[in-house]
């Protein structure tokens, strides 16, 4: 009923930079929470950074001050700015959405993208 669809992700050296975008898509009444989270190999997927409808955000501790997450509620957009990256930010990102659907009352569903890689290293 919603999809999400990552893009930006790749290879960077340490220290540099890459912008992560998130589109949703589908039966959408509205979308509360946004977010990124990430997983590490042999890891639990943690969360990144996660935003509002009302643009209140918070952040890990490990990406404060690097990272920063914001959303274009008109486009159903969430993108994740990610600077002075290190190799310990290697990881699948995936963008999550909390979205009451069309048609479905006041529930309302977390739904996931398909992940897309990000790769720190010289």
């Known amino acids: 009923q919603v999809q999400l669809v990552e893009s930006g992700g790749g290879l960077v050296q340490p220290g540099g930079s890459l912008r992560l975008s998130c589109a949703a898509s589908?039966?959408?009444?509205?979308?509360?929470?946004m977010g990124w989270y990430r997983q590490a190999p042999g890891s639990q997927r943690d969360l990144v950074a996660r935003?509002?409808?009302?643009?209140?955000?918070n952040y890990a501790d490990s990406v404060k001050g690097r990272f920063t997450i914001d959303r274009d509620n008109a486009k159903n957009m969430v993108d994740l700015q990610m600077n002075s990256l290190t190799p310990e930010d290697t990881a699948v990102y995936y963008c999550?959405?909390?979205?009451?659907?069309?048609?479905?009352?006041?529930?309302?569903?977390?739904?996931w993208g398909q992940g897309t890689q990000v790769t720190v290293s010289s």
């Open positions: 999550s959405a909390d979205v009451a659907v069309v048609g479905a009352g006041q529930t309302v569903y977390r739904y």
């Open positions: 589908g039966r959408i009444y509205k979308i509360y929470h």
């Open positions: 935003i509002t409808s009302d643009d209140n955000t």
